[in-house]
């Protein structure tokens, strides 16, 4: 390694990732704790016309009405209302069985069930939204190679061009990405569940307006999710519709080889004719999937978001809204610690965050696990249990609202948002 040239001056929080996790935590704080210096770093160039990060590819996101409440306070949401199609119902329903159920907006007090936004959309956003907000400087294409906890805070290298510095942070908040290389050169274990499946993104035509509705289906060989888009011209009734089909790893070759008639046609046989027949198939891209929890989230000084502390199946949809949520909580407690003057990488308060979102964290990953593991069983006992249990939240209206409500992000307290005034300079 070259000579580490100059140490920076001290930041007051450093968030290292510029992911969709990254990006939102950084502006949450920014936005709640004016007077706090924020630098985001983030290895690939950041840029609003052209996002590269790998949050940001085709696939898109059903964001919670929780994950949007957030986007509103952020003064994000008019920037993105048009461009994120509204979920009007969810429909759940087991290939080849009777159970099925259906939740719709009118039962939600008319609001949207959620938003479907194209990743590559919402990372222009963010990025733009940070690169607008004062205190938030971004370093990039820069690395961080090393993270070291130190008497008054934790000091990070960091490799920009062909030059190393050292930033000295009160808090780093690691969001890396799944694979975590922090979390690996601090010696942080996983605990982690292979599906030994893929998860198959494309995106869709269908010669059938879907109204807003979205689906979630699930067959033998796992379950299969496909979310509304937003038309292409944003006006017209729209046909457009995002698809993450679970596949066995051994069949994801296959699948990924097929030609476009024929991967409709085995789609269709799965996803059968609710939005008439699908006219077109975009590129297909794959991610295979596990849950990965850190063994630690917190040290003194450190906290690691997004997927560097939890990665989920996706075919719930939870990963990101599960983040945001925790990311709010955080942030809600930083601000308090401001106004207090206490140390901002205080394990205490740490420890605090996490206490506070472990039984979110722990239900919603239960919840999108349970999805797949109770689902994927061709047990006939179990698939007798799915069908009641389908036909259950079906039939009880309470439990259906309770299901619901977890998915949306609406089952537990919620962080308060609450900005302390920026304060006049003085001298
Ligand atoms: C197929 C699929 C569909 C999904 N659908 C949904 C959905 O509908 N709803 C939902 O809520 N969630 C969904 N998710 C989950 C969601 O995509 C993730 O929660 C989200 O992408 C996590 O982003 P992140 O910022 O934590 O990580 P990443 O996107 O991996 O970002 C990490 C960033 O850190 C940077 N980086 C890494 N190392 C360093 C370093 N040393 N120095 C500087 N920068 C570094 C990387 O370049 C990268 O930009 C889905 C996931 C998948 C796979």
């Not at 016309?49 to 696939?59: G, I, K, L, N, T």
């Not at 944003?234 to 024929?262: F, I, M």
């Amino acid at each position: 390694m070259t000579e580490v040239a100059a140490t920076r001056k001290l930041q007051d929080i450093v968030v290292v990732g510029g992911g969709m996790v990254g990006l939102t935590q950084a502006l949450l704080l920014a936005h709640q704790i004016p007077d706090a210096e924020i630098t985001l770093v983030e290895s690939l160039p950041v840029n609003m016309q052209d996002v590269r990060q790998p949050s940001f590819d085709a696939r898109a996101t059903a964001l919670s009405p929780a994950t949007v409440d957030v986007l509103q306070k952020l003064a994000l949401w008019p920037f993105l209302e048009s461009s994120a199609q509204p979920i009007t119902r969810v429909h759940v329903s087991d290939r080849g069985h009777v159970g099925q159920t259906e939740y719709r907006q009118d039962e939600n007090s008319g609001r949207a069930l959620g938003y479907v936004i194209e990743n590559r959309r919402f990372g222009a956003e963010l990025t733009a939204a940070c690169l607008r907000t004062s205190n938030i400087s971004i370093l990039a294409p820069a690395e961080v190679l090393r993270v070291t906890p130190v008497r008054a805070g934790v000091e990070l290298v960091v490799r920009q061009a062909s030059e190393h510095t050292v930033l000295a942070a009160q808090l780093v908040i690691i969001a890396d990405g799944a694979n975590s290389p922090l979390r690996e050169k601090l010696g942080i274990g996983i605990d982690q569940h292979d599906y030994r499946q893929a998860a198959v993104i494309a995106n869709l035509s269908f010669s059938e307006p879907h109204h807003g509705a979205a689906f979630e289906r699930f067959t033998e060989e796992g379950p299969l999710a496909i979310l509304p888009m937003v038309s292409a011209d944003g006006r017209s009734q729209s046909h457009r519709a995002a698809l993450v089909w679970t596949r066995p790893a051994a069949q994801l070759e296959e699948t990924l080889g097929l030609d476009d008639a024929a991967f409709i046609d085995q789609l269709q046989a799965r996803f059968g004719y609710r939005l008439g027949r699908c006219s077109r198939v975009g590129e297909r891209s794959s991610y295979p999937l596990k849950m990965v929890f850190a063994r630690e989230q917190v040290r003194r000084g450190i906290v690691f978001m997004g997927n560097a502390a939890h990665f989920l199946h996706p075919v719930a949809g939870q990963g990101f809204n599960l983040a945001l949520r925790d990311c709010a909580q955080l942030a809600a407690l930083l601000v308090q610690a401001w106004s207090r003057k206490q140390p901002l990488g205080d394990l205490t308060l740490l420890q605090e965050y996490l206490s506070q979102q472990a039984v979110d964290q722990k239900i919603t990953a239960q919840l999108s696990h349970n999805f797949i593991q109770v689902f994927a069983s061709h047990h006939p006992l179990l698939q007798l249990a799915r069908n009641a249990g389908l036909l259950g939240i079906s039939l009880l209206p309470g439990l259906k609202q309770e299901f619901f409500k977890q998915m949306m992000g609406q089952a537990l307290p919620r962080a308060e948002f609450q900005p302390i005034e920026k304060q006049e300079m003085v001298g």
